[in-house]
């Protein structure tokens, strides 16, 4: 059995209690609905983009429909003013001819002022019938855009009523059943992520300083107390704290410690994640001094038959 007395460990080596935890991913819709189906049971383990979660979608799907109604009817639309423009451009083409044919006759005196200052208002009439027709044209534009990204929205909507897992992992909790209607990031499933599974453990102060991120580390659980499993340091806390209550020995209790996490390797969870439970108690051995040698009993890896 390997030691558990920090009295055991040979110089360059500092442990500490603590238990073995992953982080938690709340499963939530991003709108609220009505939950339709819940494809995962408590304690099942899925793989990374499994469905566990589909929403009621009738709603958003009548909701596409419309907006796709209003995007061929935005276009209808547009057409037909593309259809007056090429009806005023005419319109416009004429006046302007008639226009200069005035202009000839104004100067042969074959007609009055009079005459050639309506051919020239009608000129202008048509130059800014043309422009609002143009106007319609981009205002039909406007619309169409308008139409269209708002279907791209209830799409993906009806596609974000799809909840899948972000990573591998156990469910937790299950939170909401089908039928019930939960708020937008109301939480339906709780996922323990297998992919970040440590063990926070509290050491004193002139042991934390010393330790760099990416220092090797042992996790010895209480149920495996013969094998020792490999991780690193990930964090270290910057600020001291008094020691929680869970450390179990009175002197450690009356120091000022720091948190320390040491993280098992995901390809090394990966290999046994049918056999991780998070809460199981232990210590982890943190290697300060990079040129200290293992023990032995610090370094004796769980054998692969053992969960055969």
Same mark, same amino acid.
């Given at each position: 059995?390997?030691?558990?007395?920090?009295?055991?460990?040979?110089?360059? $080596?500092?442990?500490?209690?603590? +238990?073995?935890?992953?982080?938690?991913?709340e499963? /939530?819709?991003?709108?609220?609905?009505r939950?339709?189906?819940?494809l995962? !049971?408590?304690?099942?383990?899925?793989e990374?983009?499994?469905?566990?979660?589909?929403?009621?979608?009738?709603?958003?799907?009548?909701?596409l429909?419309?907006?796709?109604a209003?995007v061929?009817? #935005?276009?209808?639309t547009?057409?037909?003013?593309? !259809?007056v423009v090429?009806?005023?451009? *005419?319109?416009?083409? %004429?006046?302007?001819?008639?226009?200069?044919r /005035? +202009?000839?006759l104004?100067? *042969?005196?074959?007609? *009055?002022?009079?005459?050639?200052?309506?051919?020239?208002? !009608?000129?202008?009439? &048509?130059?800014?019938?043309?422009?609002?027709?143009?106007?319609?044209?981009?205002t039909?534009e406007?619309?169409?855009?308008?139409?269209? !990204? @708002?279907?791209r929205?209830i799409?993906?909507q009806?596609?974000?009523?799809?909840?899948?897992? =972000?990573?591998?992992?156990?469910?937790?909790?299950?939170?909401?059943? =089908?039928g019930?209607v939960?708020? &937008?990031?109301?939480?339906?499933?709780?996922? %323990?992520s297998?992919?970040?599974?440590y063990?926070?453990?509290? %050491?004193?102060a002139?042991?934390?300083?010393?330790?760099?991120?990416?220092?090797?580390? +042992?996790?010895?659980?209480?149920?495996? =107390?013969?094998?020792?499993?490999?991780?690193?340091?990930?964090?270290v *806390?910057?600020? #001291?704290? $008094?020691?929680?209550?869970?450390?179990e020995?009175?002197?450690?209790?009356?120091? %000022?410690?720091?948190?320390?996490?040491? +993280?098992?390797?995901?390809d090394?969870?990966?290999?046994?994640?049918q056999?991780?439970?998070?809460?199981?108690r232990?210590? /982890?051995v943190?290697?300060?001094?990079?040129n200290?040698?293992?023990?032995e009993?610090?370094?004796r890896?769980? =054998?692969p038959?053992?969960? @055969?």
């Amino acid at each position: 059995m390997i030691l558990q007395d920090r009295n055991g460990l040979p110089a360059g $080596f500092v442990q500490g209690n603590g +238990r073995l935890e992953a982080e938690q991913v709340e499963i /939530a819709p991003k709108i609220a609905g009505r939950v339709d189906q819940v494809l995962a !049971a408590e304690g099942s383990l899925v793989e990374k983009d499994a469905v566990l979660v589909e929403m009621d979608t009738d709603e958003l799907k009548a909701a596409l429909d419309r907006a796709k109604a209003e995007v061929a009817l #935005a276009r209808q639309t547009k057409a037909e003013a593309e !259809a007056v423009v090429l009806q005023r451009q *005419s319109e416009l083409r %004429l006046t302007k001819h008639e226009l200069e044919r /005035a +202009r000839t006759l104004l100067v *042969s005196e074959h007609i *009055s002022q009079a005459i050639f200052d309506e051919r020239e208002t !009608a000129v202008h009439v &048509a130059e800014a019938v043309l422009g609002a027709a143009k106007a319609r044209v981009a205002t039909g534009e406007s619309q169409i855009a308008a139409a269209e !990204a @708002e279907a791209r929205r209830i799409a993906t909507q009806i596609s974000d009523s799809k909840l899948f897992a =972000p990573q591998p992992g156990r469910v937790l909790y299950r939170l909401a059943e =089908p039928g019930e209607v939960v708020q &937008a990031g109301g939480p339906i499933l709780t996922l %323990l992520s297998l992919e970040n599974v440590y063990m926070d453990v509290f %050491l004193p102060a002139r042991d934390a300083g010393l330790l760099p991120i990416g220092a090797e580390a +042992r996790i010895v659980l209480d149920v495996l =107390p013969d094998y020792a499993i490999p991780a690193a340091v990930t964090f270290v *806390s910057p600020e #001291a704290q $008094f020691t929680p209550k869970q450390v179990e020995t009175l002197e450690e209790r009356e120091k %000022l410690v720091f948190r320390v996490r040491v +993280r098992i390797p995901p390809d090394l969870v990966a290999g046994r994640i049918q056999h991780v439970k998070t809460g199981l108690r232990g210590i /982890a051995v943190v290697r300060v001094d990079g040129n200290a040698v293992w023990p032995e009993a610090l370094d004796r890896r769980i =054998p692969p038959e053992l969960f @055969e």
